[in-house]
């Protein structure tokens, strides 16, 4: 059973930065696929990006192209969300997930595993 831990969440104006972490208590964290979301009140959990397990491949929302980059550190068991240029409607509670062996799944049952997730509030 893989645990993930979210963090890096926090209050933060619009325009600015926050940097997301997905850490797992898997030692092979490696050789899982890790996917984003966030859940914004009254609003369905929508994706966000997702790196494939060999960290060779990426995929993003759109709302999230341009401005949203994942990426993972093996050794650290982390994978990342940096997330530049915020807007109000950014805000929501993020989420990693994860899946082994996958790829860049960008829906919800595709993945195994769920954290608990982090919040993010952007004031304009």
């Known amino acids: 059973q893989v645990q993930l831990v979210e963090s890096g969440g926090g209050l933060v104006q619009a325009g600015g930065s926050l940097r997301l972490s997905c850490t797992a208590s898997?030692?092979?964290?490696?050789?899982?696929?890790v996917g984003w979301f966030r859940q914004a009140p009254g609003k369905e959990r929508e994706f966000v990006a997702a790196v494939a397990w060999t960290g060779f491949t990426t995929n993003y929302a759109g709302s999230a192209k341009g401005r949203f980059t994942i990426s993972r550190d093996n050794a650290q068991n982390t994978v990342f969300l940096q997330m530049n240029t915020l807007k109000p409607e950014d805000a929501a509670v993020y989420y990693c997930?994860?899946?082994?062996?996958?790829?860049?799944?960008?829906?919800?049952?595709?993945?195994?595993?769920w954290g608990q997730g982090t919040q993010v509030t952007v004031s304009s």
């Open positions: 898997e030692r092979t964290f490696s050789n899982y696929a």
């Open positions: 997930a994860a899946k082994l062996y996958g790829l860049v799944g960008s829906t919800r049952s595709w993945y195994d595993y």
